[in-house]
């Protein structure tokens, strides 16, 4: 480092195990250093060091050869440890030759990068070996965590499962029960009172099939049970189609809206037949529902089928067997992606402490601002009525009697039916918050909130995010038994493949942009992959 900073070469003149003497590359020169190393211990003691260079400007004039990847690697790990993220090749060039004057090769770069990497994270191996010692510590600081940890017969990583107290106790109070999962990193989402992403559980897999998908809800529902008029939606993912008919063959399986109209728009090239599926899939009446398909029969009749064939109990509000409540994809979940880009490439300790801290800092912001919200309905809540409320003032109502109301809004009129702690709109009946209860509270001059569900309130806002998910601590202050200590976990096989490194996933069967149809490398055949 001194002589980079210096801008000079040297040249080592004796390495032994307990003697080092280095100079200058002009043998002319004075400046030398010379140190040994301590008598059982790993330090060394500089003995003799003369600093000034009795050379001409030509031992100046250097290429820097000692800076290899390894002190490249030492002058970026400071950097690494600060933002957590390891800088591209390219920019590892463009800094070095800016601060140091160095002229590196991209691949010096790359080596540089993984050496970053082990310097500041550690090898691979150390994190998977402390994953038992982790999980019982998380589960100690953080009493109500579930964690599972699944081995091969030789012991080599293969599925971890994580529900954090804080979440499941949030989802078992107000959280709305329409839970979102995405196989990039396997996790659960839900949306809570201000509409905003609520993870419930994640965990990691070394392959997103049916058996790690099977594995994980099984975990999921022993965590949470099978709660009452709850849905996932997920993609169209043939895994989890098969692991959902094993383990909640009775909970509606919804598919996600979204990635269903990139797949029209891909497949079929016309705007007018993506317009019309948003139209369908929006539609509460059955008879919308049927107006709008029997239109899409006549522009496409392969769409229709083919849209009839998925089923619209999967996609449409229409014929949801339980209440969406306003969550029909499962983008929710893909939000988390872009937040764990640069923690997927560190080791699996380093990235579960990451996810662990990032959920740490949502729960307490969160919290804090819902206590601060002084409004009976959350802040999105209450966007959403104003939004609402300009529609609802072109309405007009009629009373049947103290109960039932006729409201009318010129294009298919609905029956309302009050009573003194809900509002059912027949027409609406899928949503809690609607057009229809904003002015039949103006008309009976009654407060909304008392017909809002509680999901939408901000005392449920609240009491989803009481309680913290608490720092583990360093492996050095942890007590853990012989028994947990004693459990081995080795890294899953890796093999090398030509090429950079894949970081995307690969897309499901009819998800947008995936025209192929993957087939099993074991028993050649598709359907379960």
Not at 157 to 181: C, D, K, N, Q
Not at 198 to 216: K, N, Q, R, V
Not at 337 to 357: G, W, Y
Request: hydrophobic fraction near 35%; proline fraction near 4%; glycine fraction near 4%.
């Amino acid at each position: 480092m001194y002589a980079l900073k210096k801008r000079f070469e040297v040249r080592i003149r004796r390495s032994r195990k307990t003697r080092y003497k280095v100079g200058c590359k002009d043998d002319e020169c004075d400046f030398h250093l010379r140190g040994i190393k301590m008598q059982k211990e790993e330090y060394w003691v500089v003995r003799l060091f003369v600093k000034d260079h009795t050379c001409n400007i030509d031992g100046f004039q250097a290429r820097l050869r000692q800076a290899n990847s390894w002190t490249v690697g030492e002058l970026l790990a400071p950097k690494l440890q600060v933002h957590g993220h390891s800088l591209k090749p390219k920019d590892i060039m463009v800094e070095m030759q800016v601060e140091h004057g160095l002229h590196l090769l991209h691949s010096k770069a790359w080596r540089a990068k993984d050496h970053a990497k082990a310097y500041v994270f550690g090898p691979p191996e150390e994190s998977f070996k402390l994953l038992p010692a982790y999980c019982h510590r998380l589960e100690e600081v953080n009493p109500g965590t579930i964690t599972a940890l699944k081995t091969n017969v030789a012991n080599q990583f293969e599925y971890m499962f994580i529900a954090h107290a804080v979440s499941l106790h949030g989802f078992r109070t107000v959280i709305r029960p329409v839970i979102a999962i995405d196989g990039t990193h396997l996790k659960a989402i839900c949306l809570d009172a201000n509409n905003q992403a609520f993870p419930l559980a994640y965990g990691f897999g070394d392959i997103e099939d049916e058996i790690s998908w099977t594995w994980f809800l099984n975990e999921l529902k022993n965590a949470i049970g099978s709660p009452e008029d709850c849905m996932i939606i997920s993609d169209r993912h043939l895994g989890i189609k098969v692991a959902m008919e094993k383990v909640y063959p009775n909970v509606p399986h919804g598919y996600c809206v979204f990635h269903m109209a990139q797949n029209i728009k891909k497949d079929y090239k016309r705007k007018d037949l993506s317009l019309l599926f948003k139209q369908v899939w929006k539609a509460y009446q059955k008879s919308e529902f049927k107006e709008t398909m029997l239109e899409m029969m006549k522009v496409n009749m392969v769409a229709f089928e083919e849209l009839m064939n998925v089923g619209p109990e999967r996609w449409s509000r229409a014929y949801s067997p339980v209440r969406h409540y306003r969550l029909m994809t499962f983008s929710i979940a893909e939000l988390m992606n872009s937040c764990l880009v640069h923690a997927r490439q560190k080791p699996i300790i380093t990235m579960i402490e990451f996810i662990r801290d990032m959920l740490h800092k949502w729960f307490y912001m969160r919290q804090t601002k819902a206590e601060k919200t002084r409004t009976q309905l959350t802040l999105w809540a209450t966007e959403f009525i104003k939004e609402r409320n300009i529609d609802s003032e072109k309405y007009t109502v009629c009373s049947i009697d103290y109960v039932n109301f006729n409201v009318k809004d010129g294009n298919k009129d609905g029956l309302v039916i009050s009573s003194s702690s809900i509002v059912i709109c027949l027409l609406t009946y899928l949503i809690q918050l609607i057009t229809y209860n904003l002015f039949l509270c103006r008309y009976a001059k009654k407060s909304l909130p008392d017909y809002c569900g509680d999901c939408y309130k901000t005392t449920s806002w609240v009491k989803a995010y009481v309680g913290t998910i608490f720092h583990v601590g360093h492996p050095s202050d942890w007590n853990i038994p012989e028994d947990v200590r004693s459990k081995a976990v080795l890294p899953p096989p890796f093999y090398a493949q030509a090429g950079r490194p894949r970081k995307k996933r690969f897309k499901s069967v009819g998800e947008h942009g995936n025209g192929k149809t993957r087939n099993c490398t074991i028993c050649k055949k598709s359907g379960h992959n």
